[in-house]
């Protein structure tokens, strides 16, 4: 019986246990971070919004104050780029960042409630 036989007795062995731990602790410390950045790109606004059903004539009379001044009433496009089949091309999420950010200009930042975000939301999904 030699007890340290495998501690001192082989170096080496020891030393690629140790190096496969690093590794593999590093790989989960990646993946950890991968999926917490996953969760924060969920916004919650955006969660909410998606989370309701919106009724598009409410959502028209928003656009129609709010938006067809630059968009055209029917979304035909004045000095605003037109919006008609604009849901085809840009996903929900991608829509409500365009109304939210201010990115931009002139358009402005539209702050409004969850639920009127999802009431112009189904107004766009309107649009043809
Ligand atoms: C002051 C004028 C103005 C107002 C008001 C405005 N927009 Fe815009 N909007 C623009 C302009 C200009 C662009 C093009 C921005 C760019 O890409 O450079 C744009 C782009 C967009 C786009 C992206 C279109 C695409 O094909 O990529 C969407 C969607 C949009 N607007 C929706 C809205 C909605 C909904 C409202 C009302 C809540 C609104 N806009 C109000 C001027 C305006």
């Given amino acids: 019986m030699e007890p ?3 501690a001192a007795g082989s170096p080496g062995s020891s030393r690629t246990l140790i190096a496969a731990l690093v590794v593999v602790a590093a790989m989960a410390c990646v993946i950890l ?7 924060a790109q969920i916004d919650p606004y955006v969660q909410a919004t998606l989370n309701l059903q919106g009724t598009s004539e409410h959502g028209g009379q928003l656009f129609r104050m709010n938006c067809a001044g630059c968009h055209g009433i029917a979304g035909q496009g004045l000095l605003g780029p037109k919006l008609t089949d604009v849901s ?27 639920q009127s975000m999802a009431d112009l939301l189904s107004h766009l999904h309107t649009l043809h």
């Fill in 88 to 114: 085809s091309r840009l996903g929900d999420p991608a829509l409500i960042h365009q109304i939210v950010s201010g990115e931009t200009p002139p358009m402005p930042s539209f702050q409004m409630e969850p």
């Fill in 4 to 6: 340290s036989s495998t």
């Fill in 33 to 39: 971070l991968i999926w917490m950045i996953g969760k």
